[in-house]
């Protein structure tokens, strides 16, 4: 928990204090444990809270060094000049010299704008700045190998964070207002910036062999930039005083004392004059925020024991199949005694009771969703029918049955595997005679509130000899070319990585032992929000092909060898039209693609599934011709390409986006070939021990 600094007005923040509260909000991860020296970054604009979080970083810095024990901080700060006034660009200037002057590494990052646009007079000025200058810090950071970012906010921020959304109607969870640690925002689709990179930040920090002998075959991302906020519960009045007590300088922006700028202004104006009732004042509103922010973690406690237990039962080489985004998950019976088991009381109250089951069910869907959804948000809102349909109990029973086998929500379509176990609850709305028990109060009501004394119930007990396993499969929602088109891009020689150190994860695309480190790879590429691929652009210097027939996946050497040249590729989903000239254009058996298609994305779930076309945007589908371009040459997920991807010397990368499903930050897959299961906490404290 963070600690709440409250010291007096005439005090500073003292060395310790920052230095326990940086280390409950940051600590190494990935790669980085284990190291003695860590570099952070500074988000620094050159006002008085930046510059005491600059001060302070300093100072601890400089007493680490003069100890010569525990770990030693490097601080790198960046200034971002907005561009969008005058005098911005002095301004970050003379921030340079005050945290050169504090012998802290400093930069200033340019905010480019479209010619001729006028920032300040664009609509949601703010929203779009605030976008350009956390990208614009992600991608500072990712060039200086920096994974972590400290931001300034401190309690006035957060009063006013949290008054802000109390008078947009937030409630609930958007009440915990600015958060201690998290993912850098508005950086999606930034390989090595947005939970991505771990893998090849490894391989550069030690080396492809140590690394591939931890990884299974096939691989899902992690890693990229954190923000944490150390100075969250220290007030401002405090940080200015830090600021005088060391001599350091600040700039003052004057626009944030007028009132009718901004909505946070006009806040800022209230709060500081106390001119609000006594309830909507700072000492309230941290409490507010504080408060639900505790609720909040026991809640995502809760959902990650029930995860970590459902996917255990589903068996882990079964739960999440990073080839396709298929998920298997075996939910509890009953989702009130599983919440009040856990929380070792159970509610006199039905009421409270089905409303902590219906929260709780709508977390675990979230969570679910977002797994394997190529959507970054799905409201709490769009979950009611979906809450009935997993969980029957919390159905009203004075309302139409919505309890459905298979539905689609927040882009994923789910389907229960034992459609039959269903039935049982159909009728009980429909009045069928069932095997049955005469519920107590307690349980028999609908989550309105209406108790219904002669309800009957199936028999979800343990001592029960109803059998009901509550299994789902999750997979991507098919295509719309009305609602959700299938996504597609195209790769070219512009979008050449200078820096790309090749560490393909899958044995169908492991370049030869003399091709490491060499060639011309293309940028990482986010394909429908769910797959990071990235391409060889050129001829390997000595081209190989792979024999799909041989279950080693030796390398057979080509004869001829022209010389390199730079290809294009598109990247679009599969389409049925697509499945017989591929099978044709394989000269291999057919089971070299059956067998994973079966494994991984049987049914439908191969149309949601990327496949890469040599050439640029081509719609059309099912090319007979292998040598002409719009012909398939591969899918890249489960391994398999065509011969003319072997003429064409074609080698990719391809790996799922971060998926996080409570078990160790990322959803951990079974190796098939050792039985361990692995996840990337896991292997990178093996490498590192």
């Known amino acids: ?29 990935g790669c980085d444990i284990g190291n003695r020296q860590q570099t952070l970054g500074l ?57 050169q002057a504090l012998g802290m590494d400093a930069h200033v990052l340019d905010v480019v704008w479209p010619d001729g646009t006028h920032p300040l007079a664009l609509p949601n000025f703010e929203t779009r700045a605030r976008r350009r200058r956390y990208q614009v810090l992600g991608t500072a950071c990712r060039s200086f190998g920096i994974r972590s970012l400290l931001l300034a906010h401190h309690e006035d921020d957060q009063a006013e964070t949290v008054f802000m959304r109390l008078s947009q109607g937030h409630r609930g969870p958007g009440l915990q207002a600015i958060n201690t640690s998290g993912g850098i925002p508005e950086c999606n689709g930034m390989y090595g910036v947005h939970q991505s990179g771990e893998l090849e930040l490894m391989h ?23 923000i944490h906020r150390p100075i969250l519960g220290f007030d401002k009045s405090i940080l200015e005083a830090t600021c005088q007590h060391y001599g350091t300088e600040w700039t003052e922006d004057l626009t944030n004392r007028i009132p009718t700028m901004t909505s946070r202004n006009t806040i800022r104006y209230l709060l500081e004059g106390d001119k609000v009732p006594l309830g909507l004042r700072k000492p309230r509103l941290l409490a507010l925020a504080e408060n639900m922010r505790r609720k909040e973690s026991v809640w995502e406690q809760y959902v990650s024991n029930i995860l970590m237990t459902c996917l255990n039962v589903s068996n882990l080489h079964r739960s999440f199949d990073p080839r396709s985004g298929r998920l298997i998950v075996r939910l509890p019976n009953n989702l009130i005694e599983s919440y009040e088991s856990w929380a070792g009381k159970k509610d006199s109250d039905p009421d409270v009771a089905i409303s902590n089951a219906r929260h709780a069910a709508s977390k675990l869907i979230q969570r679910l969703i977002l797994a394997v959804s190529p959507i970054e ?31 689609t929500v927040g882009g994923v379509q789910f389907t229960r595997t034992n459609p039959s176990e269903t039935q049982r609850y159909r009728d009980l709305t429909r009045g069928t005679p069932l095997p049955q028990t005469r519920a107590p ?38 295509y719309s070319k009305a609602t959700d088109p299938a996504p597609s891009f195209t790769i070219s020689p512009q ?3 200078p820096d790309a150190i090749p560490f393909p994860t899958s044995p169908f695309a492991k370049p030869s032992t003399d091709q490491q480190g060499h060639g011309t790879w293309s940028k990482f590429h986010l394909w429908d929000n769910r797959f990071w691929i990235r391409i060889r652009l050129d001829y390997p210097i000595s081209r190989h092909s792979h024999d799909h ?28 039209s697509d499945l017989k000239p591929f099978l044709a254009s394989l000269n291999a058996p057919p089971t070299i693609f059956s067998r994973p298609r079966k494994e991984a994305a049987p049914g439908k779930i191969m149309e949601t599934l990327p496949v890469i076309v040599h050439g640029a945007n081509h719609e059309e589908h099912g090319n007979g011709d292998e040598d002409q371009e719009g012909q398939v040459l591969a899918v890249p997920t489960l391994g398999v390409m065509a011969s003319a991807a072997r003429r064409e010397g074609l080698t990719w990368e391809v790996r799922y986006r971060r998926v996080d499903l409570g078990i160790g930050g990322m959803a951990r897959e079974r190796d098939r070939g050792s039985g361990k299961a692995r996840g990337s906490v ?8």
């Open 441 to 478: 109060k307690a349980v028999a009501y609908s989550h309105r509130g209406t108790v219904d004394p002669n309800a009957v119930i199936p028999t979800t007990s343990k001592s029960s000899d109803i059998s009901y396993a509550n299994e789902w499969e999750l997979v991507r929602q098919p």
């Open 1 to 29: 928990m963070l600690t709440q600094a409250r010291l007096a007005k005439d005090q500073f923040v003292k060395l310790s204090d920052f230095t326990k509260a940086l280390f409950e909000v940051w600590s190494p991860r």
């Open 495 to 497: 979008d050449i990585d």
């Open 377 to 407: 948000k799905v409201p709490e809102s769009t979950l009611q029918s979906s809450i009935e349909s997993i969980f029957p109990e919390l159905m009203d029973l004075a309302s139409i049955p919505r309890c459905l086998d298979k539905f």
């Open 204 to 226: 550069r920090r030690l080396g492809a062999k140590r690394v591939r002998k931890a990884l299974p075959d096939h691989e899902k991302e992690d890693g990229g930039v954190t």
């Open 43 to 99: 988000a620094v604009s050159g006002g008085v809270d930046s510059m005491a979080l600059a001060t302070l970083c300093r100072q601890m810095r400089k007493k680490q060094r003069e100890d010569g024990t525990g770990l030693i901080f490097k601080f790198r700060a960046f200034i971002v000049d907005h561009k969008a006034r005058d005098g911005s660009t002095d301004e970050a200037a003379l921030t340079r010299q005050r945290l």
């Open 682 to 689: 896991d292997y990178i404290r093996r490498l590192l021990v």
């Open 549 to 576: 027939t041989n279950s080693s996946h030796t390398p057979a050497p080509i004869t001829s060898a022209p010389p390199p040249k730079l290809s294009t590729f598109t990247i679009r989903a599969f389409h049925p």
